[in-house]
């Protein structure tokens, strides 16, 4: 397995490959909107997904949102207009967790396929879902089960299939898949979700090989983060838990091309002290990863469920 680690701060061209005119009349009268190329985010009403969203427009890249929620799409819409008004901003409003997913496909290749002014080079495939309070896995219901499945290892599957194409036409373009740590690690009460983080490593590293088969020039990386502050982890940020705007840093700041390294690797573990935490875990015994594995998982459970009690008494009083 090979890791890329993060050296670099995040410069304003660290996708400059990616960030290009290709196919879009670059004539005077053009707006720098209409030349920008733009970025696919996929679960952008929070957490690391906005934080893409907000750092891709810093950029200068046009954006497509997706989310479930057309509201909080709205909202994110006026954030980033609000702080980058050279930037268009599209929603793609859909549910993730549903199969089939007639939203996605009819609404996705209109805006990727339909529209000759969307051209796209970067998708980030960030959404990802999990059960809540950490169960046991025969306490689930199938329907929690195939959410997080269907969210975590179809829906990504579904948006690369259909954005390839585009992305295929507007090369050079990127084609991202966040995965996380626990797929090498895997912590218990998880297992629907770190089996999909395993399938999304697997799936980005097939697809890396498929295009340098193909000589498309289609870069595929799967991201891997550890913990981090968003929906997924309500803690205050650590050194091994930044804040999402951290990491999002850290992970474009990964992805930057130099003369020595053109194109990055297939798995990216962006955030330097994950990385390291993460080579520790690597080489040590699989006895001693695994104790830690369980010990961060019974942690947070107990926290979880201590957080929840919390807030039920907290009603109660209200
Ligand atoms: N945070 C971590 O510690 C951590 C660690 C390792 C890997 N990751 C990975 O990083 C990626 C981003 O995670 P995050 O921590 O930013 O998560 P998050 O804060 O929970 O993600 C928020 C986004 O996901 C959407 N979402 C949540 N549940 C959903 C559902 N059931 N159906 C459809 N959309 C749903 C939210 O939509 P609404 O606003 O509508 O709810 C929002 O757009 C994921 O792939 C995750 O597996 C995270």
Known sequence: MRYQKSSAEPSQNSLHRYYHANGASTSSTTS?????????????TGGIGEEWVHQLAALGFNVIAQGRNESKLQLVRSAVLARYPAVDVRLLVTEATIWPNEPLVTGLT??????PSVRLTIVINNLGTVSTGFPMLEEESSESVAAVITSNAIFPAEIARICLPALKRHQPSLLCTVTSLGAWN?????????????????????????MAIERQDVDVVCLAPGQVVSGMHKYPPTLMAPLASVWTESAVAALRSTWWRPRPPPVVIPYRW????????????????????RKIAVQLK????????????????L
């Open 32 to 44: 720098k909107k209409d030349k920008a190329p733009y970025a696919l985010v996929t679960g952008s």
């Open 186 to 210: 895997p912590p218990p009460y998880l297992s629907p979700y770190a089996g999909t983080k395993g399938f999304d490593v697997a799936f980005s590293r097939s697809l890396w090989n498929e």
């Open 274 to 293: 994950h990385y390291w935490g993460q080579m520790l875990g690597q080489w040590s015994p699989s006895w001693l990863s695994d104790t830690v594995a």
């Open 110 to 115: 209109a805006l990727v396929e339909d529209d």
């Open 302 to 317: 107990a926290d979880y469920w201590e957080q929840a009690e919390r807030e039920t008494v907290d009603k109660k009083l």
